[in-house]
T-cell receptor, first 114, second 109 residues
């Protein structure tokens, strides 16, 4: 079972370059999320999508855009990368069942912006 | 007060010992509670959900104290493979869950 798949696994960008991080899930989940994780900061929510066709800002949305292409795919775009966006990015998906929101994560994308 | 707070550690514990972590949360309306485990340079993975009456999964026991707004994780007979960061997770808030920053555990041989 693939679960949540992220591509690429590693990326190095120069300041000002753009790129899109891809995420796909095969669990038929409605909700998908993008987080970044920095040392000492924990997981911070960038954007999330509660269902196909909807997206909402999380805690740290500035400098990012997202697209919920279909139920399976949720992409994160950096239009003009900055060194402050050097981080590990995780995509997650979940199926909200009442109050229970168990999230399943992809393996992460390690991004360095020089 | 932060939404979810954990002692960052590290906890350095000899193999075979028992170790416990607490996590406090600020939103008294929270309804769901979890412990996730994250290995170095890997993604977080669900360790166990935490139920109101407390629950056990092998060597792991989770407890919820709603009155004092904390959850706990107890690991008995610790193994070297238990070395990881343990994330406390609380929800929901606007259909989202809130992650603590994690507690690092090192099991020493």
């Amino acid at each position: 079972n693939a679960g949540v798949t992220q591509t690429p696994k590693f990326q190095v960008l120069k300041t000002g370059q753009s790129m899109t991080l891809q995420c796909a899930q095969d669990m038929n989940h409605n909700s998908m999320y993008w987080y970044r994780q920095d040392p000492g900061m924990g997981l911070r929510l960038i954007y999330y999508s509660a269902s196909e066709g909807t997206t909402d800002k999380g805690e740290v949305p500035n400098g990012y855009n997202v697209s919920r292409l279909n139920k399976r795919e949720f992409s994160l775009r950096l239009e003009s990368a900055a060194p402050s966006q050097t981080s590990v990015y995780f995509c997650a998906s979940s199926e909200l069942q009442g109050n229970w929101n168990i999230q399943y994560f992809g393996a992460g994308t390690r991004l360095s912006v020089l | 007060r932060k939404e979810v707070e954990q002692d960052p550690g590290p906890f350095n514990v000899p193999e075979g010992a028992t170790v416990a972590f607490n996590c406090t949360y600020s939103n008294s309306a929270s309804q769901s509670f979890f412990w996730y485990r994250q290995d170095c340079r890997k993604e977080p993975k669900l360790l166990m959900s935490v139920y109101s009456s407390g629950n056990e999964d092998g060597r792991f026991t989770a407890q919820l104290n709603r009155a004092s707004q904390y959850i706990s994780l107890l690991i008995r007979d610790s193994k070297l493979s238990d070395s990881a960061t343990y994330l406390c997770v609380v929800g929901p808030r606007d259909d989202k869950i809130i992650f603590g920053k994690g507690t690092r555990l090192h099991i020493l041989p």
